[in-house]
């Protein structure tokens, strides 16, 4: 019995493993910068207070807990005192929306290229 392979199959996996390799290479490539630390998390509104020893903005990549743990995701919310912001310097205890669960204590990173 042979087996049939569907081109369209074939270039889809080499596309989806090319992907891969590009966010891992990327992934790579970008460092991480120490910008604060998880001062509380608010689970009703899924909300981190952070302070920061660093400046952080909208748009920004940022990453929250250890390796193997840890939470990546692009800051799009962001409040000082229960205002919005686009920009917070370091020293500012800001609440930033968050997709899920992070712990008193934990390390905050902006991701840069």
Do not use: W
């Amino acid at each position: 019995m042979s087996k049939h392979y569907n081109l369209d199959d074939i270039l889809d996996d080499l596309n989806a493993k090319e992907a891969r390799e590009v966010q891992k290479q990327s992934t790579e490539q970008a460092s991480k910068l120490k910008i604060g630390e998880v001062e509380n998390y608010f689970s009703k509104i899924s909300v981190a207070a952070v302070r920061l020893t660093g400046p952080l903005a909208l748009g920004d990549i940022i990453e929250i807990g250890s390796e193997e743990n840890a939470i990546r995701q692009k800051v799009e919310s962001m409040q000082i005192d229960r205002k919005d912001v686009s920009i917070a310097k370091e020293g500012d205890s800001v609440g930033i929306l968050v997709r899920c669960k992070v712990n008193k204590g934990e390390e905050v990173y902006k991701i840069v290229k």
